[in-house]
């Protein structure tokens, strides 16, 4: 049972441009909902995060957009460098703490 | 503040042989998780605990995965008697209770390959 579904599995982005990754969610008992990158043998990094009672956050060139009632969220990447290249998570929280993470999208930025 | 490191990054071993891996923590961070990822998918839950209590077990934890924390800072993962699909890379993250959303800190992993 996939609770956190990914979408696209890979993107293709010209440097500048906008890279947008969706994800949607089931469980309505998620409390927290981050993003994390992960470079070829490097584990994640926490990028940004958002709480349900939040339709947006922004830092930087990453916002993340929050549809409670579609149970849908999303991560833009604003002016996409190539050093953005890299594997993006999002994942969801339980209460007890787990993560539960989607599929991953693998982004390329072309120079 | 120095990360969550883990020990050994790669290990090597035949199919039967037990091992052990390590995860330091952020000091002070009293909630320490282990998560298993294979090639081309995200992390998957393993176990966690808070303090020196184990608290949750996934069911990916069969019987030949065991997990300890003894004094509440670093912790063990052991796999005995290897099999070919425990071929992952093996997560440790951590976090603080009571901090503001509690985000959880990867280390960089420890890849098991299974010959």
């Known amino acids: 049972q996939q609770q956190v579904k990914q979408s696209p599995q890979s993107l293709i982005v010209q440097k500048g441009g906008i890279s947008i990754i969706n994800c949607a969610y089931e469980n309505t008992a998620f409390d927290y909902f981050p993003w994390y990158q992960q470079f070829p043998g490097k584990g994640p990094a926490l990028l940004i995060a958002i709480r349900p009672d939040v339709s947006e956050k922004k830092e930087g060139r990453f916002t993340i957009s929050f549809n409670k009632s579609a149970k849908q969220f999303s991560l833009h990447i604003m002016d996409s460098q190539p050093g953005d290249s890299a594997t993006y998570f999002c994942a969801a929280r339980e209460q007890g703490g787990k993560l539960i993470f989607g599929q991953g999208t693998e982004l390329s930025v072309k120079p | 503040d120095t990360g969550v490191s883990q020990n050994p990054r790669h290990k090597i071993t035949k199919r039967g042989q037990n091992v052990t891996f390590r995860c330091d923590p952020i000091?002070?961070?009293?909630?320490l998780y282990w998560y298993r990822q294979t090639l081309g998918q995200g992390p998957e839950f393993l176990t966690y605990f808070q303090n020196e209590a184990q608290l949750e077990k996934s069911r990916l934890l069969s019987d030949r995965f065991s997990a300890e924390r003894p004094k509440g800072s670093f912790s063990t993962l052991e796999i005995q008697r290897t099999e070919q699909g425990d071929s992952a890379m093996y997560l440790c993250?951590?976090?603080?209770?009571?901090?503001?959303?509690?985000?959880?800190?990867f280390g960089d992993g420890t890849r098991l390959s299974i010959l």
């Open positions: 993250a951590s976090s603080l209770t009571g901090s503001e959303d509690q985000p959880q800190h």
């Open positions: 000091s002070e961070h009293n909630r």
